[in-house]
């Protein structure tokens, strides 16, 4: 058995803490300060219960809101946050952050990895750290309570990479200690951050959907109902145009389709609509949407992610004609200007840069 530090306190992470804990790693659960009520039943306890996919009780050793304590000799540590709190675990992580330690985003959403080790070096922290992070969440889960969680679903794989990208296959071994052949080493993070499947339905599922999200408050399955034909025709299109993103760099990636047959099987569905509009997995168990825009599926979906795909595809002289209409959509109904606060190549540090540059920048880190 290993140690392992999970960050964040929310649907996954506490999934992700439950479950290891249930393997008997000694756990070390951490949340900011202002989060700190998510803490206190589990940290009474001692522990969450799993129901679902997998059940029992699994023992938290350390729940804290100290995060120097919370990482403190542990090789591996999991940052389990929505991609708005990257950097902000990044910068309260760096002054503690030790030569050998290796930080995994679950997920990254686009370029979380980069984003993460930029906002370490600006906040003085120079160390020979390895940043990765996965393609999408190993568990489809919720939180159900003060100390128990739900698990719907787990990934038979999940793609994962690092920064520097050849660190991937050690890093690889140290997680197999927690989850034994599941994770699935890719060369670099252009494969995970290009795979991200959050981004490929939750936007153009939500957005296109906004007036029933807004009269209903969430009332209705947001994939058994709300993927419908032409709702899954354009996650289509989001898909297309961020497989030739990816195809300017030389790297091939499955399709979103495929993607979640390797995740959850059902082949015989062939389409997008045939297979989320029956997802065991992903609906049928009551109202499961947004119940506002503010929602994830947006504030962090579009800045997070679409906008990467969108200002790389720019900076390369790709055309992403649906992805940047969902970004100008988005940011007229929030009322903000998503392009100027995500993740582009200017806040990534990518801007006026070759795409041989960008790709070195991506691989190394340097």
Known sequence: MATVAILGSGNAGCTFAAYLGKRGHEVHLYDSPRFEGNLTAIKERGGMTLTGEDTGYGEIAMVTTDIEKAIKNVEVIMVVVPGFGHASIAKDIAPYLETGQTVVLNPGAVFGALEFLNTLRE??????????ETASNVFACRRTGPTSVNLTGIKDEMEIASIPCDRIESVV???D?????IFQPQPNIIYTSLSYNNMIIHPAGALLNMGRIEWTKGDYDFYWEGCTPGVCHNIEQVDAERLKVAESFGVKLVDFLEQNHEYYGHRERKSIYEFFSVSEVHGGIGPSAPSSLKHRYVTEDIPYALVAVSSLAKSIGVQTPVIDALIAIASAANQEDYIETGRSMKNLKLEGMTKEQIFERLTTGK
Do not use: A
Request: contains cysteine; hydrophobic residues 35%; aromatic residues 12%.
């Open 123 to 132: 906040n003085g922290n120079h160390k020979d750290v390895t940043i990765c």
């Open 173 to 175: 071994e140290k997680l």
């Open 177 to 181: 200690v927690f989850f034994p052949g």
